[in-house]
């Protein structure tokens, strides 16, 4: 339930290729669920008790309701229901397990890391929450010993999981849909950590202040990586590009000079250096490392750029907290001194409620803690910004929280021409409106809003 999501679809890929008959469903049609149809699983569109017809397990996303019929045809019936993080984990089972966690950046990372696995010839089968054009998708069936999955924390699932090797990318505010405050965040990540194998590794940000302190408390291993100049392995002498970025690793006892990504940004060198860090803990061969960071040039909206009609470079990502807004941002004024216009749609009412007010800094050009003063300060923010209706996901509406916080917040910070707009059909007529030749226009958030890339070329 849930296929064409991009965790769920990945978990259906993985448990056919061990053998299983899948079938699927989603409340809407989508690329991922269209995908899965021609390699030849089953897909309804809509949930339905009738889909469970010598159904012996039901996976499912957590964004569908406990109260779904389906699902509660599914237990009434005797049928085993999973949910998606339990199911990834079951799947991982007699692997060793590398879990990639974190508020942010999970998804490079992971697939920075399980492309030097697959460069070093380990065979690692992989899960991850986007489509890495290294790795042919969102997940791999090797038969390896090591399993690399992005471990995602949004449900309290995370503290099942037992790593080898648990990454932990930072730790911040965040899915307030499920956790009562940030203690309770830190408190899940703690218990993640915790549960690392006695002789495996915690391997931490040393630029996240708070991670830092839960991988120390976790009684485990613990190695550093980041761009603080104290960390074990160190991302230093940083060049950074339109197209890509280039630094130094320095580790104990060993500088890897001159290191490639072909993603701009400094969040994303930060993340690069934790696969530095797992080329050397595990032994790995520089030039498999080499190939790893540089062979990590596209990932599904992560800062996925396109090109449109009117000379206009489209980027979409999938930022969709303040914290990664504010990274998107700053890496697309590298070498940019051009426009840049954004179409932002805020992710949950839950979110947009508690972190509203944050939004309007971060498209000003402040920079988030995890990365302040590691790159350079505040940059220049967006020109323009348009900001859409919330995407509810599985939430309720909660009364007085729209769009119109983020856009408020924006005007306050600095960026006079924020406007909140009914639909998205208005935005895109907007941005037709006014986008010109030499612009760059940011698609961002983890809803749907990736369909005004199509949308606007069209128009365009």
Not at 206 to 222: E, F, H, I, N, Y
Not at 303 to 310: C, D, I, K, Q, S
């Amino acid at each position: 339930m849930g296929i064409g999501g991009i965790g769920v679809s990945a978990l259906a890929r993985l448990a056919r290729a061990a053998g299983a008959v899948i079938t699927g469903c989603d409340r809407k049609p989508s690329a991922n669920a269209e995908g899965l149809a021609r390699e030849g699983v089953g897909i309804w569109t809509g949930h339905s008790p009738d889909h469970l017809a010598g159904v012996d397990m039901v996976v499912h996303t957590g964004a569908v309701r406990p109260d779904e019929p389906e699902l509660v045809a599914a237990r009434a019936a005797g049928i085993e229901v999973v949910d998606r993080l339990p199911m990834l984990l079951r799947l991982a089972e007699g692997r060793r397990l590398l879990g990639v966690a974190g508020s942010h950046g999970k998804t490079t990372t992971t697939s920075f890391i399980a492309t030097l696995l697959v460069e070093e010839g380990l065979d690692p089968s992989c899960a991850i929450g986007g489509v890495a054009q290294s790795l042919g998708g969102n997940m791999r069936a090797g038969n390896g010993d090591w399993f690399v999955a992005e471990i995602d924390e949004s449900d309290g699932h995370i503290a099942e999981a037992a790593c080898q090797i648990a990454v932990l990318t930072n730790v911040d505010r965040e899915h307030f849909d499920h956790y009562a405050d940030f203690a309770a965040i830190r408190s899940v990540f703690a218990r993640f950590l915790s549960n690392t194998a006695h002789d495996g590794t915690v391997l931490v940000c040393a630029d996240c202040g708070p991670a830092v302190m839960l991988a120390q408390a976790s009684g485990k291993r613990t190695v550093t990586y980041g761009l603080s100049s104290g960390a074990d392995y160190c991302a230093a002498n940083v060049r950074l590009a339109s197209a890509g970025s280039r630094f130094d690793a320095v580790g104990p006892g060993k500088t890897f000079r001159d290191l490639d990504i072909a993603l701009p940004g400094i969040h994303l060198v930060q993340n690069a250096a934790a696969a530095v860090a797992v080329a050397c803990i595990l032994g790995l061969d520089e030039a498999a490392l080499r190939r790893a960071l540089a062979g990590c040039s596209r990932i599904g909206r992560r800062f996925e750029t396109h090109a449109l009609p009117r000379g206009v470079r489209m980027v979409v990502d999938y930022a969709h907290h303040p914290a990664e807004v504010a990274a998107t941002v700053a890496a697309a004024r590298i070498g940019n001194p051009g426009r840049v216009v954004a179409v932002f749609q805020p992710h949950r009412y839950t979110r947009t409620m508690h972190l509203g007010e944050e939004f309007g800094p971060a498209f000003a050009g402040f920079q988030p803690a995890h990365l302040e003063g590691r790159g350079g300060g505040r940059t220049r923010g967006v020109d323009d910004l348009i900001v859409l209706p919330i995407y509810a996901a599985s939430e309720d509406q909660i009364p007085g929280v729209t769009g119109e916080v983020v856009a408020r917040s924006a005007r306050r910070a600095g960026v006079e021409s924020a406007r909140y707009v009914e639909s998205r059909a208005e935005a895109v007529a907007e941005l037709a409106r006014v986008l010109a030749e030499g612009d760059t226009l940011l698609v961002l958030g983890a809803g749907d809003v990736d369909a005004v890339g199509e949308e606007l070329r069209a128009l365009l």
